[in-house]
């Protein structure tokens, strides 16, 4: 059973029943994770390869330029045949009706990705992002996303945020973990800023991993539920499974991407 509700009209966040979460985990998830600050996640200017993408039907989604002429997104995301828009940093709006997807964009699948093609030199070569080779447990990621900051009114929607917050799972997903507070009550990117979560809208953006300095996507953001006094927000692993890497490489040989190390 999922609670979707209209998150599925948005084709953004898709909120998940407790049945995602493993019922082996214990209900204090924030053991050992770094005290929430009482600040909300911020509004950037930053990470100009980050973008917003509209979708044919109306939805809003997040996603990261990879290469002169792709944009990394969730499958979910990009399921309707159509125009898929981005809009960023980089200049006038561009758009584009050729999209590959890998799994299906349903809640239980971790190869919900897909790859937005555009003519080639469609984006310098200052907004490409590279994809990072790892990600574990404890590393401090930096989710970047378009979404909504109130997971119940879906408001705000449109402006980039940023936060940061460290893993605090990883199984088949990337998982990051955000407290419930008076004041974020189903806030969550949302909650406090080195807490970050994700939220309608923020789906296909990135995990940000610094790699000597330099940012790279190390996950896409997916799903998320609650439990207890935690929100779990899940991502796609792109940094360690091979099988989603396999699908980026596959894409990249095929459609002549130039995705750096694939």
Do not use: W
Not at 72 to 97: I, M, P
Not at 113 to 135: C, H, N, R, W
Not at 185 to 204: E, H, K, L, Q, V
């Amino acid at each position: 059973m999922r609670y979707v509700g209209t998150f599925a009209r948005l084709t953004a966040f898709l909120l998940v029943s407790l049945s995602l979460i493993s019922c082996q985990k214990a209900l204090d998830l924030e053991t050992g994770l770094p005290q929430a600050s009482k600040y909300n996640v911020a509004e950037t200017t930053q990470f100009p390869g980050v973008v917003m993408v509209a979708t044919p039907n109306g939805g809003l989604c997040t996603g990261t330029i990879i290469s002169p002429k792709a944009v990394l997104t969730a499958a979910h995301c990009a399921l309707k045949s159509g125009r898929y828009s981005v809009y960023g940093s980089f200049g006038s709006t561009v758009s584009t009706y050729q999209k590959v997807t890998y799994g299906p964009g349903e809640i239980e699948d971790p190869r919900d990705i897909a790859i937005l093609i555009f003519p080639a030199g469609t984006f310098q070569s200052q907004y490409v992002m590279k994809i990072a080779d790892s990600i574990r447990s404890g590393d401090v990621a930096t989710l970047v996303g378009y979404g909504c900051n109130n997971i119940d009114t879906q408001r705000g929607a449109g402006l980039k945020r940023a936060g940061t917050n460290q893993v605090a799972d990883l199984n088949s997903y990337v998982e990051f973990y955000t407290p419930v507070t008076s004041s974020n009550s189903t806030r969550g990117i949302i909650g406090p800023d080195n807490r970050a979560g994700s939220c309608p809208g923020d789906s296909g953006g990135p995990a940000l991993k610094q790699v000597n300095g330099e940012y790279q996507v190390a996950a896409v953001t997916h799903a998320g539920g609650v439990l207890g006094s935690t929100i779990i927000s899940q991502y796609i692993d792109v940094s360690n499974r091979s099988d989603n890497r396999g699908f980026i490489a596959e894409v990249n040989r095929n459609e002549s991407l130039g995705i750096e190390g694939f």
